[in-house]
Protein backbone atom coordinates (compact mmCIF):
# COMPACT_ATOMS: atom_id res chain seq x y z
CA UNK A 1 0.00 0.00 0.00
CA UNK A 2 1.49 3.01 -0.91
CA UNK A 3 0.55 6.11 1.05
CA UNK A 4 1.33 10.25 0.57
CA UNK A 5 4.43 10.61 1.31
CA UNK A 6 5.78 14.05 3.53
CA UNK A 7 8.37 14.61 1.04
CA UNK A 8 5.76 14.82 -1.90
CA UNK A 9 5.08 18.39 -0.45
CA UNK A 10 4.78 21.33 -2.42
CA UNK A 11 9.00 22.30 -2.30
CA UNK A 12 7.98 25.74 -2.27
CA UNK A 13 8.49 27.34 1.35
CA UNK A 14 5.41 27.74 3.71
CA UNK A 15 4.16 30.99 4.22
CA UNK A 16 3.87 31.48 8.38
CA UNK A 17 3.87 33.89 10.62
CA UNK A 18 7.33 33.75 11.01
CA UNK A 19 8.45 34.95 7.52
CA UNK A 20 8.50 38.84 8.82
CA UNK A 21 10.98 38.28 11.98
CA UNK A 22 13.38 35.47 10.45
CA UNK A 23 15.70 37.88 8.43
CA UNK A 24 16.93 37.04 5.42
CA UNK A 25 16.25 34.14 3.88
CA UNK A 26 19.55 32.15 2.85
CA UNK A 27 20.31 31.33 -0.65
CA UNK A 28 22.80 28.57 -0.84
CA UNK A 29 23.51 27.07 -4.12
CA UNK A 30 22.77 23.11 -4.92
CA UNK A 31 25.69 20.74 -5.10
CA UNK A 32 27.87 21.69 -7.82
CA UNK A 33 31.23 20.03 -6.91
CA UNK A 34 32.68 15.98 -6.32
CA UNK A 35 35.14 15.87 -3.12
CA UNK A 36 35.96 14.16 -0.28
CA UNK A 37 34.67 15.17 3.30
CA UNK A 38 34.69 13.78 6.74
CA UNK A 39 30.86 13.99 6.92
CA UNK A 40 28.37 14.22 4.58
CA UNK A 41 24.66 15.22 6.41
CA UNK A 42 21.43 14.69 4.67
CA UNK A 43 18.86 16.99 5.81
CA UNK A 44 19.21 20.96 6.87
CA UNK A 45 16.60 20.92 9.70
CA UNK A 46 17.42 21.57 13.32
CA UNK A 47 18.84 18.29 13.49
CA UNK A 48 21.36 18.19 10.43
CA UNK A 49 22.50 22.12 10.73
CA UNK A 50 23.30 21.68 14.65
CA UNK A 51 25.64 18.43 13.53
CA UNK A 52 27.15 20.69 10.86
CA UNK A 53 27.42 23.25 13.15
CA UNK A 54 29.14 21.14 15.87
CA UNK A 55 31.56 19.43 14.05
CA UNK A 56 32.59 21.84 11.85
CA UNK A 57 33.50 23.95 15.33
CA UNK A 58 35.47 20.04 15.91
CA UNK A 59 37.18 21.00 13.10
CA UNK A 60 36.28 18.57 10.52
CA UNK A 61 35.01 18.94 7.06
CA UNK A 62 31.33 18.77 6.54
CA UNK A 63 28.84 19.00 3.52
CA UNK A 64 24.98 19.43 4.27
CA UNK A 65 22.94 18.24 1.58
CA UNK A 66 19.18 19.56 1.90
CA UNK A 67 16.48 18.69 -0.35
CA UNK A 68 14.74 22.29 -0.44
CA UNK A 69 15.49 25.29 1.02
CA UNK A 70 17.11 25.12 4.38
CA UNK A 71 13.90 24.97 7.30
CA UNK A 72 11.93 23.46 4.44
CA UNK A 73 11.07 20.50 6.87
CA UNK A 74 9.71 20.80 10.40
CA UNK A 75 12.64 23.19 11.56
CA UNK A 76 10.92 26.02 9.76
CA UNK A 77 7.27 25.38 10.54
CA UNK A 78 6.79 23.97 13.33
CA UNK A 79 4.84 26.33 17.16
CA UNK A 80 7.80 27.28 18.38
CA UNK A 81 7.23 26.19 21.73
CA UNK A 82 10.48 25.13 23.60
CA UNK A 83 9.05 22.89 26.42
CA UNK A 84 11.78 22.20 29.22
CA UNK A 85 11.02 18.11 28.58
CA UNK A 86 13.14 16.13 26.32
CA UNK A 87 10.39 14.34 25.04
CA UNK A 88 6.12 14.21 25.37
CA UNK A 89 6.74 11.21 27.85
CA UNK A 90 6.05 12.04 31.70
CA UNK A 91 9.48 12.24 33.68
CA UNK A 92 9.05 8.96 35.11
CA UNK A 93 7.53 7.63 31.94
CA UNK A 94 11.22 9.52 30.37
CA UNK A 95 13.04 7.32 33.16
CA UNK A 96 10.94 4.32 32.48
CA UNK A 97 11.45 4.25 29.13
CA UNK A 98 15.16 4.85 28.95
CA UNK A 99 16.60 2.90 32.19
CA UNK A 100 17.24 4.87 35.09
CA UNK A 101 21.37 6.39 33.81
CA UNK A 102 19.82 7.85 30.51
CA UNK A 103 16.15 8.79 31.66
CA UNK A 104 17.65 10.51 34.72
CA UNK A 105 20.19 12.18 31.70
CA UNK A 106 17.17 12.61 29.37
CA UNK A 107 15.07 14.80 32.11
CA UNK A 108 18.19 16.60 32.72
CA UNK A 109 19.02 18.20 29.62
CA UNK A 110 15.35 18.28 29.25
CA UNK A 111 15.42 20.72 32.04
CA UNK A 112 18.23 22.38 30.11
CA UNK A 113 16.29 22.58 27.03
CA UNK A 114 14.90 26.38 26.85
CA UNK A 115 18.40 27.28 28.31
CA UNK A 116 20.67 25.36 25.61
CA UNK A 117 18.33 27.51 23.24
CA UNK A 118 19.22 30.83 24.41
CA UNK A 119 22.87 29.71 25.07
CA UNK A 120 23.46 28.79 21.35
CA UNK A 121 21.49 31.90 20.15
CA UNK A 122 23.24 34.28 22.43
CA UNK A 123 26.64 32.72 21.58
CA UNK A 124 25.95 33.06 17.69
CA UNK A 125 24.08 36.09 17.98
CA UNK A 126 20.42 35.08 16.54
CA UNK A 127 17.67 37.12 16.98
CA UNK A 128 14.94 34.23 17.75
CA UNK A 129 12.03 37.28 19.21
CA UNK A 130 12.03 34.92 22.41
CA UNK A 131 8.94 35.29 24.25
CA UNK A 132 10.00 34.15 28.09
CA UNK A 133 7.32 33.30 30.83
CA UNK A 134 6.34 29.91 30.90
CA UNK A 135 4.47 27.70 29.53
CA UNK A 136 0.83 26.47 30.63
CA UNK A 137 -0.53 23.08 30.19
CA UNK A 138 -4.18 23.84 30.74
CA UNK A 139 -6.02 20.94 32.44
CA UNK A 140 -9.25 19.93 30.18
CA UNK A 141 -10.63 17.44 32.87
CA UNK A 142 -9.83 16.93 36.79
CA UNK A 143 -7.83 13.44 35.70
CA UNK A 144 -5.40 15.41 34.09
CA UNK A 145 -5.06 18.00 35.98
CA UNK A 146 -4.03 15.27 38.30
CA UNK A 147 -1.55 14.14 36.18
CA UNK A 148 -0.14 17.60 35.64
CA UNK A 149 0.17 17.60 39.75
CA UNK A 150 2.36 14.62 39.82
CA UNK A 151 4.22 16.30 37.45
CA UNK A 152 4.18 19.24 39.07
CA UNK A 153 5.98 17.51 41.80
CA UNK A 154 8.69 15.83 40.31
CA UNK A 155 9.71 19.10 38.95
CA UNK A 156 9.52 20.55 42.57
CA UNK A 157 11.43 17.71 43.65
CA UNK A 158 13.76 19.13 41.11
CA UNK A 159 14.11 22.52 42.09
CA UNK A 160 12.41 23.79 39.03
CA UNK A 161 9.87 26.93 38.86
CA UNK A 162 6.85 24.85 38.42
CA UNK A 163 3.31 25.80 40.29
CA UNK A 164 -0.25 24.21 40.00
CA UNK A 165 -2.59 26.91 39.20
CA UNK A 166 -6.08 26.22 39.96
CA UNK A 167 -9.17 27.03 37.94
CA UNK A 168 -9.26 30.76 38.96
CA UNK A 169 -5.52 31.78 38.49
CA UNK A 170 -6.05 29.52 34.79
CA UNK A 171 -8.68 31.86 34.18
CA UNK A 172 -6.69 34.54 34.96
CA UNK A 173 -3.12 34.21 33.13
CA UNK A 174 -5.21 32.50 30.19
CA UNK A 175 -8.18 34.89 30.01
CA UNK A 176 -10.30 31.60 29.86
CA UNK A 177 -12.73 29.66 31.98
CA UNK A 178 -12.38 26.31 29.67
CA UNK A 179 -10.13 24.79 32.55
CA UNK A 180 -10.02 22.81 35.62
CA UNK A 181 -7.11 23.88 36.51
CA UNK A 182 -3.04 24.28 34.87
CA UNK A 183 0.61 23.74 35.32
CA UNK A 184 2.79 26.53 34.69
CA UNK A 185 6.53 25.97 33.86
CA UNK A 186 8.44 28.74 33.96
CA UNK A 187 11.70 27.50 32.16
CA UNK A 188 9.34 27.17 28.54
CA UNK A 189 9.66 29.89 26.05
CA UNK A 190 8.48 30.53 22.82
CA UNK A 191 10.88 31.35 19.48
CA UNK A 192 10.78 32.45 16.13
CA UNK A 193 12.37 28.49 14.47
CA UNK A 194 12.71 29.88 11.20
CA UNK A 195 14.94 32.71 12.69
CA UNK A 196 16.51 29.34 14.78
CA UNK A 197 17.43 27.19 11.73
CA UNK A 198 18.55 29.80 9.66
CA UNK A 199 20.92 31.10 12.22
CA UNK A 200 21.87 27.59 13.40
CA UNK A 201 22.64 27.04 9.19
CA UNK A 202 24.51 30.58 9.29
CA UNK A 203 26.74 29.58 12.34
CA UNK A 204 27.53 26.31 10.74
CA UNK A 205 28.81 28.49 7.54
CA UNK A 206 30.33 30.24 9.70
CA UNK A 207 32.35 27.74 11.06
CA UNK A 208 33.36 26.44 7.79
CA UNK A 209 30.61 24.14 7.03
CA UNK A 210 29.29 23.77 3.70
CA UNK A 211 25.60 23.65 2.96
CA UNK A 212 23.54 22.93 -0.08
CA UNK A 213 20.01 23.99 -0.65
CA UNK A 214 17.51 22.10 -3.73
CA UNK A 215 20.41 19.28 -3.28
CA UNK A 216 17.61 16.21 -2.35
CA UNK A 217 19.79 12.83 -2.40
CA UNK A 218 18.18 9.75 -3.89
CA UNK A 219 20.86 7.09 -2.95
CA UNK A 220 23.60 6.70 -1.63
CA UNK A 221 26.51 3.44 -1.17
CA UNK A 222 29.04 2.28 0.72
CA UNK A 223 32.81 1.68 -1.33
CA UNK A 224 35.48 0.39 1.10
CA UNK A 225 34.96 2.40 4.36
CA UNK A 226 33.61 5.34 2.64
CA UNK A 227 30.07 6.35 1.82
CA UNK A 228 29.49 7.99 -1.43
CA UNK A 229 26.39 10.67 -1.94
CA UNK A 230 25.22 11.33 -5.01
CA UNK A 231 22.94 14.22 -6.05
CA UNK A 232 22.40 17.24 -8.79
CA UNK A 233 24.96 14.41 -11.14
CA UNK A 234 27.81 15.07 -8.54
CA UNK A 235 29.11 12.89 -5.48
CA UNK A 236 30.76 13.33 -2.51
CA UNK A 237 32.44 10.79 -0.68
CA UNK A 238 32.87 11.16 3.43
CA UNK A 239 33.78 8.67 6.08
CA UNK A 240 30.28 9.33 7.64
CA UNK A 241 26.40 9.99 6.84
CA UNK A 242 24.08 11.65 8.93
CA UNK A 243 20.79 10.89 7.83
CA UNK A 244 18.96 13.62 9.49
CA UNK A 245 15.70 13.69 7.57
CA UNK A 246 13.20 12.81 10.60
CA UNK A 247 9.56 13.04 9.69
CA UNK A 248 10.48 13.38 6.20
CA UNK A 249 12.20 10.66 5.59
CA UNK A 250 11.46 8.58 2.17
CA UNK A 251 13.14 5.72 0.70
CA UNK A 252 16.52 6.86 1.06
CA UNK A 253 17.46 3.96 3.81
CA UNK A 254 15.45 0.75 3.57
CA UNK A 255 12.99 0.36 6.55
CA UNK A 256 13.62 3.38 8.13
CA UNK A 257 10.57 5.11 7.41
CA UNK A 258 8.84 2.13 8.61
CA UNK A 259 9.87 3.22 12.03
CA UNK A 260 7.59 6.34 12.39
CA UNK A 261 4.38 7.70 11.79
CA UNK A 262 3.98 10.84 9.59
CA UNK A 263 1.09 13.20 10.69
CA UNK A 264 0.40 16.20 9.44
CA UNK A 265 -0.17 19.14 12.13
CA UNK A 266 -1.90 22.68 11.32
CA UNK A 267 -0.78 25.75 12.40
CA UNK A 268 -3.29 28.67 11.81
CA UNK A 269 -2.70 32.92 12.93
CA UNK A 270 -5.37 35.69 13.27
CA UNK A 271 -5.43 38.95 12.05
CA UNK A 272 -3.91 40.89 14.95
CA UNK A 273 -6.65 41.32 17.99
CA UNK A 274 -7.97 44.53 19.06
CA UNK A 275 -5.69 46.56 21.73
CA UNK A 276 -7.91 46.31 24.33
CA UNK A 277 -8.12 42.48 24.09
CA UNK A 278 -4.35 41.77 24.04
CA UNK A 279 -4.00 41.95 26.99
CA UNK A 280 -6.67 39.89 28.71
CA UNK A 281 -5.29 36.55 27.16
CA UNK A 282 -2.33 34.61 27.58
CA UNK A 283 -1.03 37.22 30.10
CA UNK A 284 2.95 37.36 30.75
CA UNK A 285 3.39 33.82 28.94
CA UNK A 286 5.20 32.36 26.49
CA UNK A 287 2.54 29.49 25.19
CA UNK A 288 -0.18 27.32 26.56
CA UNK A 289 -1.19 23.93 25.30
CA UNK A 290 -4.03 21.74 26.65
CA UNK A 291 -3.76 18.39 28.02
CA UNK A 292 -6.74 16.92 25.33
CA UNK A 293 -5.60 13.74 23.31
CA UNK A 294 -5.73 16.43 20.73
CA UNK A 295 -4.34 19.19 22.34
CA UNK A 296 -5.02 23.13 20.72
CA UNK A 297 -1.64 25.20 21.44
CA UNK A 298 -1.80 29.15 21.73
CA UNK A 299 0.51 31.77 21.30
CA UNK A 300 0.15 35.37 21.31
CA UNK A 301 2.93 36.98 19.10
CA UNK A 302 4.35 40.61 20.36
CA UNK A 303 1.75 42.23 16.93
CA UNK A 304 -1.54 40.87 18.44
CA UNK A 305 -1.78 37.86 16.34
CA UNK A 306 -2.72 34.68 17.79
CA UNK A 307 -1.49 31.41 16.37
CA UNK A 308 -2.64 28.66 17.25
CA UNK A 309 -3.11 24.50 16.48
CA UNK A 310 -5.62 23.77 13.38
CA UNK A 311 -5.80 19.91 13.63
CA UNK A 312 -4.32 16.67 12.45
CA UNK A 313 -4.38 15.05 9.07
CA UNK A 314 -2.33 11.97 7.39
CA UNK A 315 -2.65 13.00 3.79
CA UNK A 316 -1.33 15.95 1.08
CA UNK A 317 -1.97 19.08 2.31
CA UNK A 318 -5.57 20.69 2.72
CA UNK A 319 -7.30 23.67 4.13
CA UNK A 320 -8.06 22.96 7.36
CA UNK A 321 -11.51 23.09 8.92
CA UNK A 322 -11.63 26.71 9.66
CA UNK A 323 -14.90 26.66 11.27
CA UNK A 324 -14.62 24.08 13.65
CA UNK A 325 -10.94 25.50 14.73
CA UNK A 326 -11.89 28.97 14.97
CA UNK A 327 -15.06 27.82 17.31
CA UNK A 328 -12.89 26.17 19.71
CA UNK A 329 -10.48 29.10 20.34
CA UNK A 330 -13.60 31.80 19.86
CA UNK A 331 -15.29 29.24 22.96
CA UNK A 332 -11.76 29.27 24.49
CA UNK A 333 -11.50 32.77 24.60
CA UNK A 334 -14.68 34.14 24.83
CA UNK A 335 -13.43 37.57 25.50
CA UNK A 336 -11.65 37.68 21.97
CA UNK A 337 -15.08 38.28 20.02
CA UNK A 338 -14.65 37.12 16.58
CA UNK A 339 -11.81 35.71 15.47
CA UNK A 340 -10.29 36.38 12.11
CA UNK A 341 -8.22 33.63 10.31
CA UNK A 342 -4.92 35.59 8.40
CA UNK A 343 -2.89 32.32 7.23
CA UNK A 344 -1.81 28.70 7.91
CA UNK A 345 0.55 26.21 7.19
CA UNK A 346 1.16 22.33 7.62
CA UNK A 347 3.81 20.53 8.45
CA UNK A 348 5.54 16.57 9.60
CA UNK A 349 5.70 15.66 13.00
CA UNK A 350 6.55 12.04 13.96
CA UNK A 351 4.37 9.90 15.87
CA UNK A 352 3.62 6.44 16.54
CA UNK A 353 6.39 5.59 18.54
CA UNK A 354 6.74 5.61 22.65
CA UNK A 355 9.34 6.69 23.90
CA UNK A 356 10.08 9.83 20.82
CA UNK A 357 14.02 10.51 19.80
CA UNK A 358 16.38 7.60 19.01
CA UNK A 359 19.71 7.29 17.91
CA UNK A 360 20.13 4.42 15.39
CA UNK A 361 23.33 3.38 14.07
CA UNK A 362 22.10 1.95 10.55
CA UNK A 363 25.40 0.59 8.69
CA UNK A 364 29.11 1.38 10.20
CA UNK A 365 30.03 5.30 9.64
CA UNK A 366 25.70 5.67 8.96
CA UNK A 367 23.83 7.19 11.70
CA UNK A 368 20.63 8.74 12.64
CA UNK A 369 18.44 10.49 15.02
CA UNK A 370 14.74 10.21 14.11
CA UNK A 371 11.64 10.05 15.69
CA UNK A 372 10.63 13.33 17.68
CA UNK A 373 7.14 13.17 18.63
CA UNK A 374 7.29 17.09 18.60
CA UNK A 375 9.93 17.99 20.88
CA UNK A 376 12.14 18.90 18.18
CA UNK A 377 12.78 22.72 18.49
CA UNK A 378 15.13 22.65 21.22
CA UNK A 379 15.59 18.31 21.29
CA UNK A 380 16.50 18.56 17.61
CA UNK A 381 19.66 20.39 18.01
CA UNK A 382 20.86 18.81 20.89
CA UNK A 383 20.31 15.04 18.86
CA UNK A 384 22.81 17.14 16.18
CA UNK A 385 24.97 17.84 19.16
CA UNK A 386 24.80 14.16 20.10
CA UNK A 387 25.25 12.86 16.13
CA UNK A 388 28.64 15.46 16.11
CA UNK A 389 29.71 14.18 19.55
CA UNK A 390 29.97 10.39 18.46
CA UNK A 391 31.77 11.11 14.95
CA UNK A 392 34.17 13.39 17.44
CA UNK A 393 35.01 10.28 19.45
CA UNK A 394 32.45 10.89 22.23
CA UNK A 395 32.24 7.69 23.50
CA UNK A 396 28.42 5.68 23.34
CA UNK A 397 28.14 5.76 26.49
CA UNK A 398 28.28 9.29 27.37
CA UNK A 399 25.27 10.10 24.96
CA UNK A 400 22.02 11.06 26.26
CA UNK A 401 20.27 8.29 24.65
CA UNK A 402 21.61 4.90 23.91
CA UNK A 403 22.21 4.05 20.20
CA UNK A 404 19.46 1.52 19.41
CA UNK A 405 18.38 -0.53 16.76
CA UNK A 406 15.62 0.80 14.66
CA UNK A 407 12.59 -1.56 14.89
CA UNK A 408 9.51 -1.49 12.43
CA UNK A 409 6.38 -0.88 13.40
CA UNK A 410 3.86 -3.57 13.69
CA UNK A 411 1.20 -3.82 11.47
CA UNK A 412 3.31 -0.66 9.06
CA UNK A 413 1.31 -1.25 6.33
CA UNK A 414 -1.79 -0.55 7.78
CA UNK A 415 -0.78 2.70 9.67
CA UNK A 416 -2.91 5.24 7.68
CA UNK A 417 -6.70 3.80 8.19
CA UNK A 418 -5.26 2.71 12.41
CA UNK A 419 -3.72 6.41 13.10
CA UNK A 420 -7.31 7.69 11.05
CA UNK A 421 -9.37 5.39 13.61
CA UNK A 422 -6.94 6.42 16.09
CA UNK A 423 -7.25 10.23 15.71
CA UNK A 424 -10.89 10.19 15.64
CA UNK A 425 -11.26 7.98 18.99
CA UNK A 426 -8.90 10.39 20.50
CA UNK A 427 -11.41 13.39 19.15
CA UNK A 428 -14.38 11.54 20.56
CA UNK A 429 -12.87 11.11 23.95
CA UNK A 430 -11.85 14.62 23.97
CA UNK A 431 -14.96 15.44 23.42
CA UNK A 432 -16.52 13.07 26.12
CA UNK A 433 -14.19 14.75 28.64
CA UNK A 434 -14.97 18.16 28.03
CA UNK A 435 -18.44 17.99 26.76
CA UNK A 436 -17.96 20.27 23.48
C1 LIG B 1 3.10 21.87 12.83
C2 LIG B 1 4.26 21.47 13.73
C3 LIG B 1 4.33 21.98 15.02
C4 LIG B 1 5.41 21.63 15.84
N1 LIG B 1 5.52 22.25 17.04
C5 LIG B 1 6.61 22.03 17.80
C6 LIG B 1 6.80 22.78 18.98
O1 LIG B 1 6.04 23.68 19.31
N2 LIG B 1 7.89 22.49 19.75
C7 LIG B 1 8.78 21.51 19.40
O2 LIG B 1 9.76 21.29 20.14
N3 LIG B 1 8.64 20.81 18.26
C8 LIG B 1 7.58 21.05 17.44
N4 LIG B 1 7.46 20.39 16.26
C9 LIG B 1 8.46 19.37 15.89
C10 LIG B 1 9.77 19.97 15.36
O3 LIG B 1 9.51 20.95 14.41
C11 LIG B 1 10.59 18.85 14.77
O4 LIG B 1 10.84 17.91 15.79
C12 LIG B 1 11.94 19.30 14.24
O5 LIG B 1 11.81 20.30 13.28
C13 LIG B 1 12.67 18.12 13.64
O6 LIG B 1 13.89 18.58 13.13
P1 LIG B 1 14.70 17.70 12.13
O7 LIG B 1 15.93 18.40 11.82
O8 LIG B 1 14.80 16.32 12.68
O9 LIG B 1 13.75 17.54 10.84
P2 LIG B 1 13.24 18.62 9.80
O10 LIG B 1 13.32 19.98 10.34
O11 LIG B 1 11.90 18.15 9.34
O12 LIG B 1 14.29 18.53 8.61
C14 LIG B 1 14.37 17.41 7.76
C15 LIG B 1 14.90 17.92 6.43
O13 LIG B 1 15.34 16.81 5.66
C16 LIG B 1 15.20 17.16 4.30
N5 LIG B 1 15.24 15.95 3.48
C17 LIG B 1 14.42 14.89 3.56
N6 LIG B 1 14.80 13.95 2.65
C18 LIG B 1 15.89 14.45 2.01
C19 LIG B 1 16.74 13.96 0.97
N7 LIG B 1 16.54 12.77 0.43
N8 LIG B 1 17.76 14.72 0.54
C20 LIG B 1 17.99 15.95 1.09
N9 LIG B 1 17.21 16.46 2.08
C21 LIG B 1 16.18 15.72 2.54
C22 LIG B 1 13.85 17.87 4.26
O14 LIG B 1 13.73 18.69 3.10
C23 LIG B 1 13.87 18.65 5.58
O15 LIG B 1 14.23 19.99 5.39
C24 LIG B 1 6.40 20.71 15.40
C25 LIG B 1 6.33 20.20 14.09
C26 LIG B 1 5.27 20.59 13.26
C27 LIG B 1 5.23 20.06 11.86
Redesign the pocket.
Known amino acids: MAYYQP?EDSPSPPETVYIEGAGKPLKLPSLDFDGEVDVVV????????SAALHIAEAGQKVVV???????????????????AHATKLEPEAVIATYGKKYGERLNEVGAKAPEFVLNLSEEHGLDLSSVKGGIVSAAHSSAALERLRMRCQFWKDYGAPVDILDAAETADILGSDTYVGSYIDRRGIAIN?LAF?RGLARAAIGKGAVLCEH????SFSQDGNKWCVS?EGHTVSADHVLL???????D?WPGLKRTIIPV????IWSKPLPEEVRGQILRGVS?ALETRRMPT?LRLHGDGRLQFSGGAGLGPELAPNFPERVAAIERIFPAVGKVEVEGW??????RGIADGWRLHRLAPGLLT??G?N???????PI??RELAKLICGTAEDDLIIPISRPTEITGYVFYKPVAAITMQYMKWRDRIEVGV
Not at 42 to 49: D, E, L, N, P, S
Open positions: SIGGGFVGCLEGNKIGWGSAGRNAGHVTPITKVTACTNAYTDIRGYQAGWSGWVTAICGRGVAMGMG
